[in-house]
């Protein structure tokens, strides 16, 4: 009951984010009574995304993977450097000095870090290349500094390691519940309706999602599961 009550409000709570934080597709970064000022940061646009997928995660409801991929785009852009990382301002934000970037994970990780497991995730939940490019990017632009300071790069190392072990798992929503703990390295999407012939006997059959290059060389293969 405590994690239906705990899900129920992540969605209201989303709701409520989509619906009131943002502004002819432009999100803000507060809101009392109305919308604040001022214009949300790159690390919000990450981890809202971020929100968005976990929710999706949970009860894949595909109006969250909508959400996500809208959050995703205006984070591209708005904040994108031509190296694949995001400034902490958007281009349409006119009274700062310098538009700086942030790549350290300390006590909370850099949005950079939280938009390559998202992108990634995203990469193997829907196929589609554009997002397994950003999180190469991203990976290539950090990788050298991750390598030289592993601890200040955490959360990046750990979007890394979903690419090394994680899975595509694509199940029924009747069998979410049964299966999610399964695999904890895993991504879940929703299995399209099964073949007639098809329904009665559990099936797993391997799939490679569709990526850049470098990624599918890398990437183990994900199973689909099928009911």
Known sequence: AGQGQALDRAVLLAEFLCRNMC???????????TLGPHPATSEDYAYLSYGLLKLYQATLDDRWLSECRRVLQGL???FADSDGLFFMSGRDVSDVPVRTKDTYDGALPSGNSIAAEVFYSMALITGEKQYAQAFEKILTAMGPAAKLHPMSY????????????GLRVEIAPALFEELRGVYPLAVFARQEKAPADQQ????????QPAASSDLSKDAPQA???TP
Request: some cysteine; hydrophobic content about 30%.
């Open 200 to 207: 009665k006997t559990p099936a797993c059959r391997p799939r």
């Open 76 to 78: 591209t852009e708005l």
């Open 223 to 225: 199973k689909i599961c």
């Open 23 to 33: 502004r002819q597709g432009r999100y803000y970064a507060s809101y009392r009574g």
């Open 154 to 165: 955490t959360a990046l190392l750990s979007a890394a390691l979903l690419r090394e072990k």
